[in-house]
């Protein structure tokens, strides 16, 4: 029995941030309390990123903001970008929300109780008796995780019809009260969106195969957030290039290995593109031609580092452009964590 992707939806919100505009509003703010500023200033030309979108204007950053104030901004977003790419997804199946049986979602930018699903229940349209599966904490490799999660339940219930939303709001951790370079990248590089997929045994579409994770031990310092009253602030260690050069071959093939696969069968890699060098660090690490990874910097460019979703804009990027072959996903997250998951494109 195998489970099909019957449909992928790809969102951002209305609010374009182009990249001068996120420089010069970061200077305006973070230069006079931050002098090491302009030293790092030139990120943000070289960091391969044009544009992003967020839930809330430029302007909503011009003041300093709490807790309560950045999740309601999460709450109202983050339900709004659930619906449209729920929506999206299951425009392409060809399905209802009353057909939907299981609904995953992923989520690691706020919090929602009730979660988000159930916020959007009434709008969707979904069935009173629906699974609901809330994930949070994955990170970037979330949309991996929670597409790989959602391929287990839609086997674990044949012929039941699983959707997996996966929402992230990281503009919303912009922050000028704490002077760390982690925040400034992470004010380089973090946009808004989300993606959603429909999964089941019943239908046609890729084929989606088993995940795999691998955590490394003692890593917990290189990626995640640290909260307090002001909000959530980025942990972005500047060991991730590195970390990935040395580690991704080794844990790509042991992924490999699980999912019955040789390294010469895989036609593509799709990968989360975290930022330019992290998607170089990929490519060396995992012996394949500088500038293969074409799409993961096209969509990085076009959206940013939208953390969980933008491995799926990638693989959507691809379908739409017919791509066929054995395709390898592939996310680093929290953890510190890599997520992979086989997708079969006939």
């Known amino acids: 029995m195998t489970v099909s992707l019957l449909g992928l939806g790809c969102v951002v919100p209305q609010h374009e941030l182009p990249q ?31 544009t992003r979108y967020c839930v809330v204007p430029i302007d909503w950053f011009s003041h300093d903001k709490r807790w309560s104030a950045r999740n309601a901004a999460y709450l109202d977003g983050a339900t709004e970008l659930f619906i ?21 979602t992923v989520s690691t930018t706020g919090i ?23 994930v949070f904490g994955l990170g ?8 790989a999660l959602a391929q287990r339940l839609a086997l674990a219930a044949p012929g039941s019809n699983v959707l997996v939303v996966a929402v992230e709001t990281c503009s919303l951790s912009f922050r000028t009260d704490r002077m760390q370079k982690a925040d400034i990248i992470a004010t380089v590089l973090f946009g808004d969106g989300a993606a959603a997929a429909v ?11 088993a995940g795999q ?13 640290d909260v307090d009253d002001v909000g959530l602030g980025v942990v972005f260690d500047r ?13 790509a093939h042991q992924a490999m290995d699980r999912a019955g696969l040789q390294a010469d069968q895989i036609d593509r890699f799709v990968c989360h593109p975290g930022g330019a060098k992290v998607v170089t660090a990929l490519e060396t690490a995992l012996g394949l031609p500088n500038g293969v990874l074409d799409h ?29 072959g054995q395709f390898m996903l592939a996310a680093l997250g929290p953890g510190f964590t890599a997520s992979f998951l086989p997708v079969s494109v006939p």
């Open 20 to 50: 001068t505009v996120a420089e010069e509003t970061a200077r305006a703010l973070l230069g006079p309390r931050y002098p090491e500023f302009e030293r790092i200033a030139p990120s943000f030309a070289a960091s391969g990123v044009d």
């Open 296 to 324: 993961e910097r096209e969509i990085l460019r076009q959206f940013g580092n939208m953390s969980a979703p933008t491995v799926l804009f990638v693989l959507d990027r691809l379908l739409s452009e017919r791509a066929q």
């Open 239 to 251: 060991s991730i290039p590195g970390f990935v050069t040395q580690h991704i071959h080794r844990a």
């Open 199 to 209: 999964l089941s045994t019943d239908g046609a579409g890729p084929q989606i195969g």
């Open 84 to 104: 449209r790419a729920a929506r999206a997804a299951l425009d392409s199946s060809g399905l209802r929300a009353d057909q939907i049986d299981t609904v995953v």
């Open 112 to 134: 929602a109780t009730p979660s988000l699903d159930a916020r959007a229940h009434a709008d969707m349209g979904f069935r009173p008796d629906i699974q609901r599966v809330p």
């Open 213 to 225: 994770q691998v955590l490394w031990p003692d890593t917990l310092d290189i990626m995640g957030w």
């Open 140 to 147: 970037c490799a979330g949309g991996v995780s929670g597409l």
